[in-house]
């Protein structure tokens, strides 16, 4: 019987095993996983769970018995080495398991702070649902909050955290690495609205404290007091076990357009992974669910000999007091950004184009545009400025 490991239980292993019964896979599927429980989903961890307004259950991605159901084995382990030459991988505690295809689905992990001070009690980050259960205990003690990167995991956190916080970014605007101008200005003011307070344009130096965190010392020397920081500076992928195993690793695992890894039985799929992305033109890893859920299925169609380049247009969203952000498409390298819909409203698209091509397209409160975007930006002929001129820029007429 063919069987097919997957290491890590996270949204795109879950998705991996998921879709092999779908396309009707018949062999054994084992996924491992190092987390307890059944696999969940991390989006809820820094809005609704974070807030109180979900509970745990609402975090998992199936119950239990949709696993006994499709005859998905569960193994709660994590995978310490890859035998490559006879296929077989080793679970920490000495277990053993033979496999026909392996899908890495190993995700990240969270990028550490790196100044002193960063290991004190009452420093967060937020990737994992004990790290959420942790936030939530520390915040109802917490007097101070700093929050320490104005990207989403940030953002999300100081949106949902009930209480006004400190947010300090080092670049000069929020979501500086993710988002255009527009956006980020957007974003600044709802928080600023909500009672934040954003220092820009500062990095931090070090934190402060006697066993537990008292204070952020910012570049400029300034001290804020805090006894409570969380950390949202990114991700580094998981890549221990493939580089270990001699797969080939440049930020993140590197896979080919089937998503395989530099060994034919071996993929790699969701935030561990690099591969050639068309949308962007380049080798690209992507942190999203879209990305972790579309690269598992069509691992899936490969394993079930229905192989085709992956090259499913990314996407994203945020939410964040009470305004949806939903990016499609990947902007950088876009040399011109167009407004349309209303600002002053909070209901608008920001267009990017490169080269008079349309690349990406980052809506608020516009699903529609959104849903659009992604039809428009998956056609195979690119959709051009002139084209979007002529049809007013109604993406929903144009898409039709
Ligand atoms: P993960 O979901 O991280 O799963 C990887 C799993 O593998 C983990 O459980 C890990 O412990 C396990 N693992 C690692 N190594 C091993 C090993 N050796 N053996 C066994 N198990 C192992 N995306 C969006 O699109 N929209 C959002 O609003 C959004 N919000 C988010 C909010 C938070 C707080 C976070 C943290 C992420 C959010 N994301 C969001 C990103 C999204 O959740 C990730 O992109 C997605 O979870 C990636 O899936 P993955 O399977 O690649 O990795």
């Known amino acids: 019987m063919t069987t097919v490991l997957v290491a890590g239980a ?23 996983g190092d987390e307890p429980g059944v696999p969940y989903q991390r989006p809820p961890l820094s809005k609704q769970y974070l807030q109180g307004t979900a509970g745990v259950d609402a975090l998992h991605l199936r119950p239990q018995d949709f696993f006994n ?4 084995e569960l193994v709660d382990g994590r995978v310490a080495a890859i035998n490559r030459a006879e296929s077989t991988v080793t679970l920490e505690d000495g277990t053993s398991l033979e496999y026909d295809h392996l899908v890495l689905a190993t995700g990240a992990r969270n990028r550490p702070l790196p100044v002193p001070g960063a290991d004190l009690e009452g420093v967060l980050g937020l990737r994992t649902r004990d790290d959420a259960d942790s936030l939530r205990a520390a915040l109802e003690q917490a007097k101070d909050v700093v929050v320490i990167g104005g990207g989403f995991i940030g953002l999300e956190f100081a949106a949902h955290a009930g209480r006004p916080v400190t947010v300090v970014e080092a670049q000069d605007r929020l979501l500086a690495r993710v988002a255009t101008p527009e956006i980020s200005a957007h974003f600044a003011a709802l928080h600023e609205q909500a009672g934040a307070t954003l220092i820009l344009g500062h990095g931090v ?30 991700v580094l992928p998981e890549t221990a076990l493939a580089e270990e195993a001699g797969l080939k690793v440049d930020n993140g695992i590197v896979v080919d357009e089937h998503l395989t890894t530099s060994d034919p039985k ?10 050639p992305c068309v949308h962007a033109g380049q080798a690209t890893r992507l942190e999203s669910v879209q990305n972790a859920v579309d690269q598992a299925r069509w691992v899936a169609a ?13 996407w994203f969203w945020t939410d964040q007091l009470g305004n949806k952000l939903q990016i499609a498409g990947i902007g950088t390298g876009a040399d011109h950004l167009l407004v349309t819909g209303d600002k002053d409203a ?9 080269e008079d091509v349309l690349i990406a397209v ?39």
């Not at 998921?18 to 896979?25: E, P």
């Not at 300034?222 to 409570?228: H, N």
């Not at 790699?268 to 591969?275: L, P, T």
């Not at 394993?303 to 992956?310: L, N, Q, S, V």
């Open 10 to 32: 996270g949204q795109s292993g879950f998705q991996a095993a998921a879709s092999l019964r779908d396309k009707g896979f018949a062999g054994r599927v084992v996924l491992i």
């Open 205 to 234: 130096t070090a934190l402060h404290g006697d066993g537990k965190v008292e204070s952020v010392e910012l570049t400029d020397g300034r001290r804020l007091p805090a006894d409570l920081v969380v950390i949202g500076v990114g």
């Open 266 to 275: 071996i993929f790699a799929v969701g935030d561990c992974a690099n591969f």
């Open 362 to 400: 980052e809506s608020v409160n516009r699903p529609s545009d959104h849903v659009s975007a992604r039809r428009l930006l998956a056609a195979t002929k690119p959709v051009t400025l002139d084209e979007l001129r002529a049809a007013e820029f109604d993406l929903k007429g144009l898409a039709k």
């Open 69 to 72: 159901d499709k005859d998905i």
């Open 346 to 354: 909070g209901k608008f698209s920001i267009l990017a184009f490169r």
């Open 302 to 314: 490969t394993i079930t000999g229905a192989p085709a380049p992956y090259d499913s247009v990314p």
